[in-house]
């Protein structure tokens, strides 16, 4: 392990740099993309309730790996070219997007009826509605759940190496194919991420704490 610390310090640094800028980038277009196809579930325009339908069985049932290869190599065939870190980022914002979506509308549908009501009366149209009454509680009210959003892409950005991006864990693989640390190289980068996630739940459950909805 000393080793692994004192020659690779540099390679690991960068892959969890890496891995880092990657979960956040794919987390927040997963939040803006989520709370879309949101506001496009509970739209009262049928096809727009259907495109976010779609999405949403399409999405949560690919397989990232499958996803990251469409994206990197199928793409290219239609004239659209990205560089391995955007069609990682891109893979993974349209997994993590179709979560989100569901995590915001379980939010959405523990507002009560009746402040609906109450905003239409005062002549708030849809998007108003949304805005100043559904979307506040809702983000407040699955701070959790987006949390293990975020914790999901944060752990399956280990398979963006697949398409060749250095993250964490590619810089280990190939560290150790270099220097054969075998089990032990491994096992830190199993560590990094389990902080990282503890990390993660612990701001999620001082925000919840902080924000949650009083009924």
Known sequence: ????????????????????????????GS??????????????????????RVYVELFVNIPLISLLVVVTFGLPDIG??????????????????AFTCEAIRTGINAVSV?????????????SGVLRHVLFPQAYRSVVQPLVNVFIGILLSS???GVIG???LTLQVSEINNQAALGLTAYVV???AYVIISLLAGGVGARLEKRWRVQR
């Open 165 to 167: 991006v250095k993250d």
């Open 80 to 97: 659209l070219t990205f560089d391995l870190f955007t069609c990682a980022a891109l893979s993974m914002t349209l997994l993590g997007g």
């Open 31 to 52: 939040l803006v993309l989520g709370t879309v196809m949101a506001a496009f579930r509970i739209s009262p325009i049928v096809p727009l309730r259907a495109v976010g």
């Open 158 to 160: 280990s398979l963006a």
């Open 114 to 126: 009746g402040q609906i009501e109450a905003a239409r009366s005062i002549g708030l149209d849809f």
């Open 1 to 28: 392990m000393q080793e692994l610390f004192t020659t690779y310090l540099p390679e690991l640094l960068d892959g969890l740099w890496m891995t880092l800028r990657l979960t956040a980038v794919s987390f927040l």
């Open 189 to 191: 980068v199993a560590f």
